[in-house]
């Protein structure tokens, strides 16, 4: 497994990933498929590392397991993305939703069930990378034309897109930026059904009809904060943004 460098590296160098991953042959199987594909990987076994790691070596991409020694992934989350907000994928031995949500909650961009499938791991990880980085240059262009990117208000919903501050009835909601970007997409085409699998590319830059799921848990998110009337489920299909109605 490689160890990255400390920051100042060069994009030519290829995408550093942290991997926190108590079984040792999964961490492996990991490190040696995500370097085969031009990235920078350093393999540590337990969350204190993990955060530890973090910290020092100040990855784009943080493939994190849930369960680990010591603090467990969904802590070493938190402390993570308090630290310096960085993609996360989360990886769970238990299909619970519940887990999901929370995960999600603390920051986590997407999630694989055990076992997965390395080829999709290498897909999802390659797709955050690429969000990452069209991120980072919206908000630089954000910052000189901060005009265009006019508010979106919605009833008693206030998405401010240049701050990335979301409101409603002037209470904060705190999302996570996938949560935001998901409820941006959604919002700015009001009313109109999207298909999961177009919230998948356009909000992931995921084109594999398999992560629907990651859809489904993260509109749940967005319900537990801004409240379940928001968004509308066209079962089969997909979702719709309905704009509350404006106080009388």
Do not use: N
Not at 7 to 20: D, K, S
Not at 89 to 99: I, N, P, S, V, Y
Not at 142 to 149: D, I, K, T
Not at 215 to 227: C, E, I, M, N, T
Request: glycine share 6%.
């Amino acid at each position: 497994m490689a160890t990255t460098p400390a920051p100042g590296r060069t994009a030519a160098e290829g995408p550093v990933v942290l991997v926190v991953e108590d079984e040792q042959a999964i961490a492996l199987a990991v490190a040696r498929r995500l370097s085969a594909e031009g990235m920078r990987v350093h393999a540590v076994g337990d969350g204190q590392a993990g955060v530890d790691a973090a910290a020092r070596l100040q990855p784009d991409l943080v493939i994190l397991d849930v369960m680990l020694p010591g603090i467990d992934g969904l802590e070493v989350c938190r402390r993570v993305q308090a630290e310096r907000p960085v993609p996360v994928l989360m990886l769970t031995a238990r299909d619970d939703e519940t887990d999901m949500l929370v995960g999600l909650g603390v920051g986590a961009d997407d999630y694989m069930t055990k076992p997965f499938s390395m080829r999709e791991l290498v897909a999802r990880a390659k797709a955050l990378l690429r969000r990452a980085t069209r991120a980072r240059e919206a908000a630089a262009q954000a910052s000189s034309a901060a005009s265009e990117l006019t508010p979106i208000e919605a009833g008693d919903v206030l998405i401010d897109r240049a701050q990335r501050r979301v409101s409603r009835a002037g209470q904060d909601a705190h999302l996570t930026p996938t949560e935001f970007d998901l409820l941006v997409t959604l919002a700015s085409s009001p009313k109109t059904v999207l298909t999961r699998e177009r919230l998948l590319a356009e909000v992931w830059d995921w084109v594999d009809a398999s992560g629907t799921r990651t859809v489904d848990s993260h509109v749940k998110a967005l319900r537990r904060k801004l409240g379940a009337d928001l968004i509308r489920t066209v079962h089969g299909v997909g979702y719709a943004f309905e704009p509350p109605a404006a106080d009388e």
